[in-house]
């Protein structure tokens, strides 16, 4: 098991950038695959990015392709979410989430994951 702490949320303008952490503790964090998912007022839980096991395998949805790059550090068991350019559209809650399943492309459906954080408020405002 696997526990997720989100951090690095927070409120800026339009055209700035975050960078979100999530530090695993448990089990050995380069178990699992990796994933950011975001969940905005009114509307269900979303794929942001994933991340493979050993990081050399990322997917990306297309709302945040070329803007977001997902990372990680398996020895300090910790992922990163770097947002640029952001845009109000881009305001929810943002989760961490691991999977434990072996699979080498991270999955892209939240019914996947096994674990999730409790989240971190990403507020853009315009």
């Known amino acids: 098991q696997v526990q997720l702490v989100e951090s690095g949320g927070g409120l800026v303008q339009a055209g700035a950038s975050l960078r979100l952490s999530c530090a695993a503790s448990?089990?050995?964090?380069?178990?699992?695959?990796m994933a950011w998912f975001r969940q905005a007022p009114g509307k269900e839980r979303e794929f942001v990015a994933g991340?493979?096991?050993?990081?050399?395998?990322?997917t990306y949805a297309s709302s945040g392709k070329g803007r977001f790059t997902i990372s990680r550090d398996n020895a300090k068991s910790t992922v990163y979410l770097q947002m640029n350019s952001l845009k109000p559209e881009d305001t929810a809650v943002y989760y961490c989430?691991?999977?434990?399943?072996?699979?080498?492309?991270?999955?892209?459906?939240?019914?996947?994951?096994?674990?999730w954080g409790q989240g971190t408020q990403v507020t853009v405002s315009s």
């Open positions: 989430a691991a999977d434990r399943d072996p699979t080498v492309v991270p999955r892209t459906l939240s019914a996947s994951y096994d674990y």
């Open positions: 448990g089990r050995t964090a380069s178990s699992y695959a």
């Open positions: 991340i493979s096991r050993a990081g050399a395998h990322t």
